[in-house]
């Protein structure tokens, strides 16, 4: 059991790791220029980062339902709000 707990934190960490680099790599030439699409997608790996950390370094994926249904709705709304402002 405690091997197949450490085997998932590793993966998940690796993915937090590539998601990093792949978030590094989407940066546009020129920092001072602002592209909609890298934003974007820069700023949902970042919401998916946060997902990964809170169930799998907080152990919220064993919490009871309700509580899981508050957090992934506080995920997908938070994303929402800052996507929004982002585009506006």
Do not use: C, N
Not at 39 to 45: E, P, T
Not at 46 to 69: D, H, N, T
């Amino acid at each position: 059991m405690l091997g197949d707990v450490s085997k998932a934190i590793t993966l998940v960490w690796i993915v937090l790791f590539a998601a990093s680099a792949v978030s590094w790599f989407l940066v546009p030439e020129g920092t001072h220029v602002t592209s909609l699409v890298p934003g974007i997608a820069i700023l949902s790996i970042a919401f998916f980062k946060v997902r990964l950390i809170l169930l799998y370094f907080m152990e919220l994926r064993f919490s009871p339902q309700p509580w899981r249904g508050i957090f992934e709705f506080w995920v997908i709304a938070a994303w929402g709000a800052i996507i929004f402002l982002y585009v506006e």
